[in-house]
């Protein structure tokens, strides 16, 4: 019995270390997270590439009788103090303005603008009207070239209507900016100007100065802006500063003030119609100058310039406008304007008379 238990035994731990050689490990799976980063997006940034730009305009302008024109005056109402005056804005009644503007911006820093006006008398012929219209077709050019964002050039050409002509350069300086406030823009324009008669003789005359150029915004929607000249001017020709003639000078100095006042009131807008009514005004110009000037007519009268002078006006008018595409428009008005006409001497500048107006024009951009 004894050793029956031995040998019972004995196979039982060899039958254990068989099962234990046949037992098989699992493998172990090893869990493998796939991490995909997205890789950034880079946008590139294509630069707008320049197209020319440019308008052309056209507009038609006639201007009435002045009021009063015609009228017999009190003495010293006139140009010449005791000196019935019955003609009201001399030069300047009954004729009309074609008037052609255009500019093109050529390239990103070279532009050019044109205005030609030409003036036609509409005087109906009554010679106790003594008409003296303005006729004739005044032409000026500017090319402009920016150096940099405050610094232009600026080269103009005008053919004036008696066909005297000069030429100007300016060194445009943008030296203040602020779009919407009080003072929104200053500009200092410091300049070379020759001009030269008709016939292209000793009477022209030479220029070096500067323009201050600036604009703004007032309250109730009023906008204002203009120049001041300052001109150091040197002639080809002497002037005479005393009633005498005696006094020559061939130099002189003078400084030139415009300020204007502006307001647009939109009556009815849609999107192709527009009726405003606008105002403008104010001193177109002040002139401040070195000398009073005395020249002696054909008939050997002497008559005298004064040194300072200033013209104060109101332009009123009614404007339509009707766009007929995104890029032409017409438009439409009529007004009047209110100036002291031919008084314009400072110590006795007076008298304002009303001129009236109509005009009508066409713009297309591109």
């Given at each position: 019995?004894?050793?029956?238990?031995?040998?019972?035994?004995?196979?039982?731990?060899?039958?254990?270390?068989?099962?234990?050689?046949?037992?098989?490990?699992?493998?172990?799976?090893?869990?493998?997270?796939?991490?995909?980063?997205?890789?950034?997006?880079?946008?590139?940034?294509?630069?707008?590439?320049?197209?020319?730009?440019?308008?052309?305009?056209?507009?038609?302008?006639?201007?009435?009788?002045?009021?009063?024109?015609?009228?017999?005056?009190?003495?010293?109402?006139?140009?010449?103090?005791?000196v019935a005056q019955d003609e009201?804005?001399?030069g300047s009644n009954k004729y009309?303005?074609?008037?052609?503007?255009?500019?093109?911006?050529?390239?990103?820093?070279?532009?050019?603008?044109?205005?030609?006006?030409?003036?036609?008398?509409?005087?109906?012929?009554?010679?106790?009207?003594?008409?003296?219209?303005?006729?004739?077709?005044?032409?000026?050019?500017?090319?402009?070239?920016?150096?940099?964002?405050?610094?232009?050039?600026?080269?103009?050409?005008?053919?004036?209507?008696?066909?005297?002509?000069?030429?100007?350069?300016?060194?445009?300086?943008?030296?203040?900016?602020?779009?919407?406030?009080?003072?929104?823009?200053?500009?200092?324009?410091?300049?070379?100007?020759?001009?030269?008669?008709?016939?292209?003789?000793?009477?022209?005359?030479?220029?070096?100065?500067?323009?201050?150029?600036?604009?703004?915004?007032?309250?109730?929607?009023?906008?204002?802006?203009?120049?001041?000249?300052?001109?150091?001017?040197?002639?080809?020709?002497?002037?005479?500063?005393?009633?005498?003639?005696?006094?020559?000078?061939?130099?002189?100095?003078?400084?030139?003030?415009?300020?204007?006042?502006?307001?647009?009131?939109?009556?009815?807008?849609?999107?192709?119609?527009?009726?405003?009514?606008?105002?403008?005004?104010?001193?177109?110009?002040?002139?401040?100058?070195?000398?009073?000037?005395?020249?002696?007519?054909?008939?050997?009268?002497?008559?005298?310039?004064?040194?300072?002078?200033?013209?104060?006006?109101?332009?009123?008018?009614?404007?339509?406008?009707?766009?007929?595409?995104?890029?032409?428009?017409?438009?439409?008005?009529?007004?009047?304007?209110?100036?002291?006409?031919?008084?314009?001497?400072?110590?006795?500048?007076?008298?304002?008379?009303?001129?009236?107006?109509?005009?009508?024009?066409m713009k297309v951009t591109f």
């Amino acid at each position: 019995m004894k050793k029956l238990a031995l040998f019972l035994g004995s196979l039982l731990v060899v039958g254990t270390a068989v099962q234990a050689k046949e037992v098989v490990v699992a493998p172990v799976e090893v869990s493998k997270e796939i991490i995909v980063v997205a890789e950034p997006v880079v946008e590139e940034v294509v630069a707008p590439v320049f197209r020319p730009t440019g308008y052309i305009g056209v507009e038609y302008r006639a201007y009435g009788k002045t009021e009063g024109h015609g009228d017999r005056v009190a003495p010293g109402f006139g140009t010449d103090p005791g000196v019935a005056q019955d003609e009201w804005n001399r030069g300047s009644n009954k004729y009309s303005r074609l008037e052609t503007t255009f500019g093109v911006q050529a390239t990103e820093n070279f532009s050019l603008e044109g205005r030609i006006r030409d003036f036609n008398n509409l005087e109906n012929g009554d010679s106790n009207d003594n008409y003296s219209a303005q006729d004739g077709t005044e032409t000026r050019l500017r090319a402009y070239y920016k150096h940099n964002d405050w610094f232009t050039s600026r080269v103009q050409y005008k053919d004036e209507e008696d066909n005297s002509q000069n030429l100007e350069y300016q060194a445009r300086f943008i030296t203040y900016k602020n779009e919407g406030g009080l003072l929104s823009s200053l500009i200092l324009a410091p300049k070379v100007y020759h001009s030269f008669p008709k016939d292209g003789g000793s009477n022209y005359m030479n220029t070096i100065g500067m323009d201050i150029e600036y604009a703004g915004n007032l309250p109730l929607g009023f906008t204002w802006d203009g120049t001041i000249y300052l001109d150091q001017n040197f002639y080809g020709q002497d002037f005479h500063t005393n009633a005498n003639l005696t006094d020559n000078k061939d130099k002189d100095f003078t400084a030139t003030w415009e300020i204007y006042l502006r307001r647009n009131f939109a009556l009815y807008t849609t999107d192709a119609y527009a009726i405003d009514f606008n105002f403008e005004g104010g001193y177109d110009p002040y002139v401040f100058g070195q000398y009073d000037k005395y020249t002696k007519d054909s008939n050997g009268e002497t008559t005298k310039s004064p040194k300072t002078t200033y013209s104060l006006y109101t332009l009123l008018t009614l404007d339509a406008t009707y766009k007929i595409t995104e890029n032409v428009a017409v438009n439409a008005g009529v007004g009047a304007e209110y100036r002291n006409w031919d008084n314009i001497d400072q110590s006795s500048a007076s008298h304002w008379r009303w001129q009236p107006l109509a005009y009508a024009g066409m713009k297309v951009t591109f």
